[in-house]
T-cell receptor, first 113, second 117 residues
């Protein structure tokens, strides 16, 4: 069974540029999460989707970050404009309905110069 | 507030040594889940184990074992006869319920384990 797929794996951009990350969850997982992991720290939740609905986006910096999951499968996380402090690894995870266990993708490592 | 503390930032051992990674958590909830994830250099978080708050039985899986003690709010992870492939960052996490029945993972800062040949 394929795991969570993310692309790109690495991205280097200059500050003030836009950037987007894509995630394809495990088949059948209707819950999808985006996390940000700063260097030397554990992941922190940005947003959680149940199907197409964002059920927890309280940690998403809405002035520059946006996310969508239009058909309840793939998801895109966007930053516009990027700032130096956005350099981090962006992880996507998914889980079965009602399950506590989240399965993570390989992440996108973002470097903002 | 819910919190997970992994006091060991880095541990270095020689192959075949046993090593224990500590995890202490704080929660006001009586129902919760605890997890361990492994993050190798490739970056992907690999799920290792999930424990619910009502099950204090220790668990062993090959060279891995977990000791859950509610009395001390700890969920420690032991690797027996460590191998170089065990080198990774290990995260302990707590799942807290909040309104609507959805759960959020709270991660510790991680422990970097280096196993040397």
């Amino acid at each position: 069974e394929a795991g969570v797929v993310q692309s790109p794996r690495y991205k280097i951009i200059e500050k003030k540029q836009p950037v987007a990350f894509w995630c394809n969850p495990i088949s059948g997982h209707n819950t999808l999460y985006w996390y940000r992991q700063n260097l030397g720290q554990g992941p922190e939740l940005l947003i959680r989707y149940e199907n197409e609905e964002a059920v927890d986006d309280s940690q998403l910096p809405k002035d520059r970050f946006s996310a969508e999951r239009l058909k309840g499968v793939d998801s895109t996380l966007k930053i516009q404009p990027a700032e130096l402090g956005d350099s981090a690894v962006y992880l996507c995870a998914s889980s079965f309905p009602g399950s506590e266990t989240q399965y993570f993708g390989p992440g996108t490592r973002l470097l903002v110069l | 507030a819910q919190k997970v503390t992994q006091a060991q930032t880095e541990i270095s051992v020689v192959e075949k040594e046993d090593v224990t990674l500590d995890c202490v958590y704080e929660t006001r909830d009586t129902t919760y889940y605890l997890f361990w994830y492994k993050q190798p250099p490739s970056g992907e978080l690999v799920f290792l184990i999930r424990r619910n708050s009502f099950d204090e039985q220790n668990e062993i899986s090959g060279r891995y074992s977990w000791n859950f003690q509610k009395s001390t709010s700890s969920f420690n992870f032991t690797i027996t006869a460590s191998q170089v492939v065990d080198s990774a960052v290990y995260f302990c996490a707590l799942s807290e319920p909040f309104s609507g029945g959805y759960n959020k993972l709270i991660f510790g800062a991680g422990t970097r384990l280096a196993v040397h040949p």
